[in-house]
């Protein structure tokens, strides 16, 4: 994303399910949150978009937008949310923004 920030660990999971007829996704996942006062300059090769958001209205923009995120996200974030929560709960001066990407 172009920035720099001091990450902690949120969590860890694994995953497995098929994503097409030959194809198996089998993976363990460990998500890390940081805080950063930086614009994000992100490789548009990597990134299709981004934008800052409260965890509420990304949890909200799912419920009515559900196809603008991967599966993945979505499951993580149905999964984890009330860490997410907390992190950013933790980190005041950036409750008003979550970073995220789709």
Request: net charge negative; glycine share 4%; charged share 25%.
């Given at each position: 994303?172009?920035?720099?920030?001091?990450?902690?660990?949120?969590?860890?999971?694994?995953y497995?399910?098929?994503?097409?007829?030959?194809?198996?996704?089998?993976?363990?996942?460990?998500?890390?949150?940081?805080?950063?006062?930086?614009?994000?300059?992100?490789?548009?090769?990597?990134?299709?978009?981004?934008?800052?958001?409260?965890?509420?209205?990304?949890?909200?923009?799912?419920?009515?937008?559900?196809?603008?995120?991967?599966?993945?996200?979505r499951?993580?974030?149905?999964?984890?949310?009330?860490?997410?929560?907390?992190?950013?709960?933790?980190?005041?001066?950036?409750?008003?923004?979550?970073?995220?990407?789709?």
């Open positions: 994303m172009g920035i720099a920030a001091a990450v902690e660990p949120l969590f860890s999971t694994c497995r399910d098929r994503v097409s007829q030959r194809l198996i996704e089998h993976e363990f996942v460990h998500v890390f949150g940081g805080v950063t006062d930086q614009t994000p300059d992100p490789n548009a090769d990597e990134v299709a978009d981004w934008r800052w958001q409260s965890l509420d209205e990304v949890v909200s923009d799912i419920e009515t937008r559900p196809q603008l995120y991967t599966v993945w996200f499951m993580f974030l149905q999964r984890f949310e009330d860490d997410l929560a907390r992190f950013v709960a933790g980190h005041a001066r950036s409750s008003s923004g979550a970073f995220f990407s789709r």
